[in-house]
C-alpha cells in the first residue's frame, strides 16, 4: 500500500509563504505525475499544479507567478511553494501522485492522494 503524508500547511497573512510538501512510501515502482489540488467550502477540487517525471510543470491561472511546484524522484517527494498567499487561497490541499506499486497481491497503476493540509490567508 501507498501512502501519501503531507505537511507544512498553516494559518498566514495575506503576503506570507508557505512550503507544503508530500512524501509517498510504500513499496513503489515508479511514480509519474504529481500534483496538488486544492478544495475550499462549496467548491469543486480544483489542480492547482502538476508535475511530470521528467519535470514538465503547469499551474492553473490564478496562481502562475506566486506557486512553484518541484519534486525529489528519489525521496518520492512533491514541494509546492506558495508565495504572495491571497485569502482567496485558503482552502484544504491535496497531493496526488500516479504510479506503479504493490498492493500486497499485485503492482498496480493508480492515483493515490494525501490526506489533506490545511491553509489558512488571513486579510
Known amino acids: 500500500q501507498v501512502q501519501l503524508v503531507e505537511s507544512g500547511g498553516g494559518l498566514v497573512q495575506t503576503g506570507g509563504s508557505l512550503r507544503l510538501s508530500c512524501a509517498a512510501s510504500g513499496t513503489i515502482l515508479s511514480l509519474n505525475a504529481m500534483g496538488w489540488y486544492r478544495q475550499s467550502p462549496g467548491k469543486q477540487r480544483e489542480l492547482v499544479a502538476n508535475?511530470?517525471?521528467?519535470?514538465?510543470?503547469m499551474y492553473v491561472d490564478s496562481v502562475k507567478g506566486r506557486f512553484t511546484i518541484s519534486r525529489d524522484n528519489a525521496k518520492n517527494t512533491v514541494y509546492l511553494q506558495m508565495n504572495s498567499l491571497e485569502p482567496e487561497d485558503t482552502a484544504v490541499y491535496y497531493c496526488?501522485?500516479?504510479?506503479?506499486?504493490?498492493?500486497?497481491?499485485?503492482?498496480?497503476?493508480?492515483?493515490?492522494w494525501g490526506q489533506g493540509t490545511q491553509v489558512t490567508v488571513s486579510s
Open positions: 508535475i511530470t517525471r521528467g519535470g514538465s510543470t
Open positions: 496526488k501522485f500516479t504510479g506503479v506499486a504493490f498492493t500486497g497481491i499485485t503492482w498496480k497503476t493508480d492515483d493515490y
